[in-house]
Nanobody
Framework: VQLDESGGGLVQAGDSLRLSCTVS????????MGWLRQSPGKDRELLTY????????YYEDSVKGRFTVSRDNAKNMVYLQMNSLKPEDTAVYYC???????????????WGQGTQVTVSS
């Protein structure tokens, strides 16, 4: 399974970006799909995930209400719409494919190389 993120860039605070994740090698309908990010000096953190039929989503508190995850199983793609971006959103963003285990714990087996998002103040 190969995941390729795109859509990152340099934006100003308050702007929006839409990240895309193109998946090849296996249909994403088998997976829960998520987005994570990692800032310099910090651990990688889970931002959001969406289950196979999009009726179960999770958002980390800092992005709730600003970020929206979506998926298109027919196109084998996942998206992250990011609105009202803040400087603290600056990070490398990763798409991931995995599964949910008890109490909504997302464990991912595959991830991409990431796309850089930089938000200036």
């Amino acid at each position: 399974v190969q995941l390729d993120e795109s859509g990152g860039g340099l934006v100003q605070a308050g702007d929006s970006l839409r990240l895309s994740c193109t998946v090849s090698g296996r249909t994403i309908s088998s997976y829960v799909m998520g987005w994570l990010r990692q800032s310099p000096g910090k651990d990688r953190e889970l931002l959001t995930y969406v289950n196979w039929d999009s009726n179960n989503t999770y958002y980390e508190d800092s992005v709730k209400g600003r970020f929206t995850v979506s998926r298109d199983n027919a196109k084998n793609m996942v998206y992250l719409q990011m609105n009202s971006l803040k400087p603290e959103d600056t990070a490398v963003y990763y798409c991931a494919a995995g599964f949910l285990y008890g109490a909504g714990r997302f464990e991912y087996a595959h991830w991409g190389q990431g796309t850089q998002v930089t938000v200036s103040s």
